[in-house]
C-alpha cells in the first residue's frame, strides 16, 4: 500500500506543476476571439435610379431596363463595424456588354468617398450569372461614420436580381 502512495504523489505534483502552463490566469484556457460571419441580401427591389433619364422596371424581384443606366442601393449591417470579404452579383447579361458592380465607402462628413471594390459579368447565358470579387480595399466599414453604398451599371437588356454581401465582425 505505501508504494502506491508513493508513486501516486509524484503523479499529481507532475500535473499540478503541468496545469498553469495550458490555464489562463482567469483560470480557463485562453482563446484567440472568433470573428462572427454574416451576409445580407440586396434584392433589385433596393436599387434605385441616379437619374431620371433611365427606362427601367423594378418589378422587385428584378430590375431591368431598356435604356441602360446606373442604380444605386445603401449598405446596411447590423453591427457599426464590418470588414467586407466577398461581394456576389446575380444578373442577366447576354447583350455583349457587362454589368458592372462598384461598392463605394463614402464619408459625409468630409465630402470624400473611396470605391473599394467592383467586378463585372462576361457575356453569357447563364440565367442568373454569378460573379464573385474578394478583392476590396479598403474592406472595414465604419457605419458610425462611413455610408456604403453599391452602383450597378445596366445596359439595355440586362436585369440584375441582387446583390449578396458577406461580411465579418
Same mark, same amino acid.
Given at each position: 500500500?505505501? =508504494? %502506491? ?7 499529481? #505534483? ?21 470573428? $462572427? ?7 433589385? !427591389?433596393? /436599387? $434605385?435610379? @441616379?437619374? *431620371? ?11 431591368? $431596363?431598356?435604356?441602360?443606366?446606373? /442604380?444605386?442601393?445603401?449598405?446596411? /449591417?447590423? +453591427?457599426? #463595424? ?11 447579361? *447576354? %447583350?455583349? !456588354? ?10 459625409? !462628413? ?10 463585372? %459579368?462576361?457575356?453569357? $447565358?447563364?440565367?442568373? =450569372?454569378? #460573379?464573385?470579387?474578394?478583392?476590396? *480595399?479598403?474592406?472595414?466599414? *465604419?457605419?458610425? +461614420? =462611413? ?11 440586362? !436585369?440584375?436580381?441582387? #446583390?449578396?454581401?458577406?461580411? @465579418?465582425?
Amino acid at each position: 500500500m505505501k =508504494q %502506491t502512495k508513493r508513486l501516486g504523489v509524484p503523479l499529481l #505534483v507532475t500535473l499540478l506543476v503541468a496545469l498553469p502552463l495550458s490555464v489562463g490566469a482567469g483560470g480557463a484556457a485562453a482563446e484567440a476571439p472568433r470573428a $462572427t460571419t454574416g451576409s445580407i441580401m440586396i434584392p433589385a !427591389a433596393a /436599387f $434605385t435610379p @441616379s437619374s *431620371n433619364d433611365w427606362e427601367y422596371d423594378n418589378s422587385g424581384l428584378d430590375l431591368i $431596363t431598356s435604356t441602360g443606366g446606373n /442604380f444605386l442601393a445603401p449598405l446596411s /449591417f447590423p +453591427v457599426p #463595424v464590418v470588414n467586407i470579404r466577398r461581394i456576389i452579383l446575380y444578373a442577366l447579361d *447576354n %447583350t455583349g !456588354a457587362a454589368v458592372c458592380l462598384t461598392l463605394y465607402r463614402s464619408s459625409p !462628413a468630409t465630402d470624400h468617398e473611396v470605391l473599394a471594390s467592383w467586378t463585372c %459579368t462576361t457575356d453569357s $447565358t447563364d440565367d442568373p =450569372q454569378v #460573379v464573385s470579387t474578394t478583392a476590396i *480595399n479598403p474592406k472595414a466599414v *465604419n457605419t458610425a +461614420v =462611413q455610408a456604403p453604398y453599391l452602383w450597378v451599371n445596366l445596359g439595355p437588356g440586362h !436585369a440584375l436580381y441582387g #446583390v449578396k454581401v458577406i461580411y @465579418s465582425y
